[in-house]
């Protein structure tokens, strides 16, 4: 199973970027994805969205609401994550993750597979 990331690098604050996912590997077309980030090394890697293949449901760190939006392509076995208004405080390695159940996870430890990922710098 492999999960790669692309679509990170360098804006202004205020800009925007399109993170993608691409999954080989298995489909997780009936599963939870989601991204999470890590702001500094040896900084605990922290939720920031998901899409539940259960429902449909979405789920978004108070940090990003607003300004992020998850979504997925099923047939394409990528899930995205649209960035807008970004911030300074947004930089960190973005990583995405893939896990066998459908329903919403936040946690990190509730997923088994991750991307290597993808940087975003946001320059104020």
């Known amino acids: 199973v492999q999960l790669v990331e692309s679509g990170g690098g360098l804006v202004q604050a205020g800009g925007s970027l399109r993170l993608s996912c691409a999954a080989s590997?298995?489909?997780?077309?009936?599963?939870?994805m989601g991204w999470f980030r890590q702001q500094a090394s040896g900084k605990e890697r922290e939720f920031v969205a998901?899409?539940?293949?259960?429902?449909?449901?979405?789920a978004y760190a108070d940090s990003v609401k607003g300004r992020f939006t998850v979504s997925r392509d099923n047939a394409q076995n990528t899930l995205y994550l649209q960035m807008d208004n970004l911030k300074p405080e947004d930089t960190a390695v973005y990583y995405c993750a893939g896990r066998s159940s459908a329903v919403v996870a936040t946690r990190p430890s509730e997923y088994g597979y991750w991307g290597q990922g993808t940087q975003v710098t946001v320059s104020s």
């Open positions: 998901s899409f539940a293949w259960f429902g449909g449901k979405t």
């Open positions: 590997g298995r489909t997780f077309s009936r599963s939870t």
